[in-house]
């Protein structure tokens, strides 16, 4: 049984700092990427970060130079460090897993239950 449990959401002033973790267990073989999607109200799911299992990263315009993606193989997780955050940031963050290299939210079938960032102005 595939489980994505997220952690590490709270609430934090613009200019701080948050990492979320996503502890992945279940998959099958170790050909899947991962992503960092997140979800504002009233806004459509859009993809932040994606890491394939070759280690190449791609992020969304308006995250790059602020977040990094990365995971710790040993410890079957995915990372997502958020750094001079903004309130704009503010949403419902979801880790994923997939066979297709994208930010697109259709093409990941496996999901976590989400993690609430806050970013207060």
């Known amino acids: 049984q595939v489980q994505l449990v997220e952690s590490g959401g709270g609430s934090v002033q613009a200019g701080g700092s948050l990492r979320l973790s996503c502890a992945v267990s279940?998959?099958?073989?170790?050909?899947?990427?991962m992503a960092w999607f997140r979800q504002a109200p009233g806004k459509e799911r859009e993809g932040v970060a994606v890491l394939s299992y070759r280690d190449a990263t791609t992020y969304t315009n308006s995250v790059k130079g602020r977040f990094t993606i990365s995971r710790d193989n040993a410890k079957n997780t995915l990372y997502l460090q958020m750094n001079s955050l903004e309130p704009e940031d503010t949403a419902l963050y979801y880790c994923?897993?997939?066979?297709?290299?994208?930010?697109?939210?259709?093409?990941?079938?496996?999901w976590g239950q989400g993690t609430q960032v806050t970013v207060s102005s």
């Open positions: 279940g998959l099958s073989d170790g050909f899947y990427n």
């Open positions: 994923a897993a997939g066979r297709t290299y994208s930010l697109v939210p259709q093409h990941f079938s496996l």
